[in-house]
């Protein structure tokens, strides 16, 4: 089955400074890549997803690429603000259309 | 919509007892999943159902855990009996969905569960 992994599981940025966060999977039929944001005592939400027939997709200061090659994907955050701290949770839809989570980043965004 | 509605926000409880958690898709939502969050496993997939139907609860870790959901607005995660290694925060998730498992869902803001 799919096995999604993480990396780095902290991270910690200047204000303003770029942060990138890097998953790999394993099945190569995997086809949908979501990234969720998840807030201190709420649910995850989600902020930005790419589909295997896209190489990139940006909205505002988030942006997420996928090389299918390798079966990577990151999410990059540009000009980081306060409000961007949080636990960031990549996921794979497997072939059996499952969504596998990664184990999450907490990225800290240093004033 | 007022998004997904979990219910009770925070349980303690003494090992051995019945525990049930509840959850309230968004209307005109056909998927509902339960999650569990703790820091040693992450966020696990428990169950999902698709049309009030259970379609993969091999999340599910032990007898001890069932699901419900008998109608499209209302499904419940029932612990019976407790332990303390059931301690972790539960989600109720919910999506619009087609075949495929790959659309947008959308999280309660979960159960923090805490058995002594």
């Known amino acids: 089955g799919e096995n999604v992994e993480q990396h780095p599981s902290t991270l910690s940025v200047q204000e303003g400074d770029s942060a990138v966060i890097k998953c790999t999977y394993s099945d190569s039929a995997s086809n949908y890549f979501p990234w969720y944001k998840q807030e201190l005592g709420k649910g995850p939400q989600l902020i930005i997803d790419i589909r295997s027939n896209v190489g990139e997709k940006k909205d505002q200061r988030i942006a997420v690429t996928l090389n299918k090659t390798a079966k990577h994907f990151s999410l990059h955050i540009t000009e980081t603000q306060p409000e961007d701290s949080a636990v960031y949770f990549c996921?794979?839809?497997?072939?059996?259309?499952?969504?596998?989570w990664g184990a999450g980043t907490k990225l800290i965004i240093k004033p | 919509d007022a998004g997904v509605i979990q219910s009770p926000r925070h349980e303690v409880t003494e090992m051995g007892q019945e525990v049930t958690l509840r959850c309230k898709p968004i209307s005109g939502h056909n998927s509902l999943f339960w999650y569990r969050q703790t820091m040693m496993r992450g966020l696990e997939l428990l169950i999902y159902?698709?049309?009030?139907?259970?379609?993969?609860d091999s999340g599910m870790p032990e007898d001890r855990f069932s699901a419900k959901m008998p109608n499209a607005s209302f499904s419940t995660l029932k612990i019976q009996p407790s332990e303390p290694r059931d301690s972790a925060v539960y989600f109720c998730?919910?999506?619009?969905?087609?075949?495929?498992?790959?659309?947008?869902?959308?999280f309660g803001q979960g159960t923090r569960l805490t058995v002594v």
């Open positions: 996921a794979a839809a497997d072939s059996n259309y499952q969504l596998i």
């Open positions: 998730a919910s999506s619009r969905q087609g075949s495929a498992l790959n659309t947008e869902a959308f």
């Open positions: 159902f698709n049309n009030n139907v259970p379609i993969d």
